[in-house]
Structure formats: structure tokens, C-alpha cells
């Protein structure tokens, strides 16, 4: 496992987290879910939100992207749940599922429309995408069309680097455990790794 600042992400999946716990163990940050589709607001994100901030976690808010949904739709009820401002991290977009959609074209020009509209409230800074290598390789045929954005990749291995998906030389969060142990959560976990220190962080934030 590679040198970085550690993290965490979740959800309502992961109940009431108890924050001063999760600061308590030398956590630096986490990725909040805020929203999926065009419907669903996570149960837990307004607390989640508000108290990673007051525990001293640097906070991101994350949408899970469907295909299916208007993308310009999708992206305006994720920046109005999620509000993200200055000092947070950019905020995610966790690309897992094509929801039954074969067209690659169709596919970037989706999450191409999402991305740009919720980059027009984040003042030049850029998206971040989560996504992992075989869902990315396989259903989105290796676009690079995304490659300047900074990357979040899902691999659950013992190996010193993640393996990058067609269309990115480097990752910026590696999630490297999804049944992680963490003060403060009662259940399972994600965790993450930050490639870089304390200036990478400060760096990325808006």
C-alpha cells in the first residue's frame, strides 16, 4: 500500500456515523454520498455533511450516475442537495453501471453533459470520477474522453498500485478495501488512499 493520506467514503448504508470517532483515527477525509438518478436524496447526507465538517474531515459529496436519467437533470439536483463550497473537496461522480446502454458515443456524451453542468458551479476546478477498471474498459471501451479529470479507482488487491483503466496514466484516490474497519462506523467501510500528502489535499480542494 502505497504512502497517502487515508480516508473513507459512505453512505445510509453505513447508518449513523459517529465523526469524532472517525477523526479519532487519523482519518483525513471522506466522500459523502449525496444523491443517485433523479430521485434519491441518501438518508444520511445532511448529517453527514454537516458533521464531517465540525469533526475536522475534509468533505466531499458523491453522486451515482444513471445512464438512464436526463444527465442535465441528474447534475442540477446533485449541486442543489449537495451545495458543495469553498474548502470542500470536488465533488464525485461514481460511474458503475450503464444501466442496459451499449452505445459508447452515447455513453461520454451522457456523463460528458452531467460533468459540465456540475462544473459550472465549481469555479474552474474539475469533477472527480470513480469508476473501476473492468466496468471502465468493458463498457465504456476505454474512453479517454475523461482523462484530464482527476481519478478515483476501485481495486481491492495487495499490489503497491491500482490497475488504471484506458484513458488515465495516474489516480488521484485509490479505494482499496471495501469491507474496511474504522472508529466510529458500525459497519463495513470503504477505504481510500490520497496519492500525495497534506498539499495534494489542500491542493484539490475548491
Request: proline share 4%; glycine share 10%; hydrophobic share 40%.
Amino acid at each position: 500500500m502505497p504512502n497517502g493520506l487515508r480516508g473513507l467514503d459512505v453512505s445510509s448504508y453505513q447508518g449513523l456515523v459517529d465523526w469524532a470517532g472517525v477523526a479519532s483515527s487519523g482519518l483525513s477525509y471522506a466522500y459523502v454520498k449525496a444523491t443517485e438518478g433523479l430521485t434519491v436524496n441518501d438518508a444520511q447526507f445532511t448529517r453527514n455533511w454537516q458533521v464531517s465538517k465540525q469533526r475536522g474531515i475534509y468533505r466531499g459529496a458523491y453522486h451515482f450516475f444513471h445512464f438512464s436519467d436526463d444527465p442535465i437533470a441528474q447534475a442540477d439536483f446533485f449541486v442543489a442537495s449537495a451545495n458543495p463550497q469553498p474548502g470542500d473537496l470536488p465533488p464525485a461522480v461514481d460511474v458503475e453501471t450503464t444501466d442496459g446502454i451499449s452505445d459508447v458515443t452515447q455513453l461520454v456524451q451522457k456523463l460528458s453533459a452531467f460533468i459540465t453542468e456540475v462544473e459550472n458551479n465549481l469555479g474552474g476546478k474539475k469533477m472527480v470520477i470513480y469508476t473501476y477498471y473492468g466496468f471502465w474498459n468493458a463498457s465504456m471501451n476505454g474512453s479517454d474522453a475523461f482523462s484530464g479529470h482527476p481519478f478515483w479507482i476501485a481495486e481491492y488487491n495487495n499490489d503497491n498500485a491500482p490497475t488504471l483503466p484506458h484513458g488515465w496514466n495516474d489516480w488521484l484516490i485509490w479505494q482499496y478495501a471495501s469491507n474496511g474497519t474504522v472508529t466510529g462506523v458500525n459497519t463495513s467501510v470503504d477505504l481510500n488512499v490520497l496519492n500525495g500528502d497534506a498539499n495534494t489535499l489542500s491542493g484539490i480542494l475548491l
